[in-house]
């Protein structure tokens, strides 16, 4: 069994897999908007598409509801990705209905691509989002699919689709004869 550490989410270590969309610390990174009522920060993320002209690939904004995993640890047995698509993730907090609960981490499972097309399984990484956080895959990156930590989450997601499911996206199980892996929450329960 081998277990991946968790590290917090921020632009810097998740850069080579895509962007985070956050609200800057910075306060020159935004603009006054709204007659004064509210602060603008653009150009986050570039959503994206390499579908070919005639393919008929549309934008989809769509809804994930994240029921959270109660495993632990976290068993990693899938990786997808979409080769022709960025993917955005934005958490739109609690599932219809609920009140707020508290605590609304999830986790982004991401891994690099070996020259032969496969994830780089030895090599996954694991970011803890916070509220606020957003997040949008390059294309072609390896993730898992979002893991909600601790309720029910809504996400609006942003991925362009062709309605060919090979080309949409394509999805990765680890060798059978090598070790299972598990996400490691030791530090942030």
Not at 2 to 17: D, G, V
Not at 115 to 128: N, Q
């Amino acid at each position: 069994m081998l277990f991946i550490q968790t590290t917090p989410l921020t632009q810097e270590a998740f850069s080579r897999y895509g962007q985070v969309m956050q609200h800057p610390t910075k306060t020159q990174d935004t603009i006054m908007a709204n007659a004064g009522t509210a602060q603008r920060t653009n150009h986050l993320a570039e959503p994206r598409s390499a579908f070919p002209a005639g393919s008929g690939a549309k934008a989809n904004f769509c809804v994930f509801r994240c029921s959270p995993i109660q495993s632990r640890p976290i068993p990693i047995g899938m990786l997808e990705r979409h080769p022709y698509s960025t993917q955005a993730f934005i958490p739109m907090g609690p599932a219809n209905g609920m009140k707020d609960l508290g605590r609304a981490r999830y986790l982004v499972v991401v891994a690099s691509t070996l020259p032969d097309g496969t994830p780089d399984w030895p090599r996954l990484e694991a970011f803890l989002a916070l509220p606020g956080q957003a997040i949008q895959y390059t294309m072609g990156t390896w993730h898992h699919p979002m893991i909600s930590l601790d309720r029910t989450m809504d996400f609006t997601c942003l991925v362009w689709e062709s309605g060919v499911a090979e080309e949409n996206c394509q999805v990765a199980h680890p060798p059978s004869n090598g070790p299972s892996y598990h996400i490691d929450l030791g530090k942030i329960e």
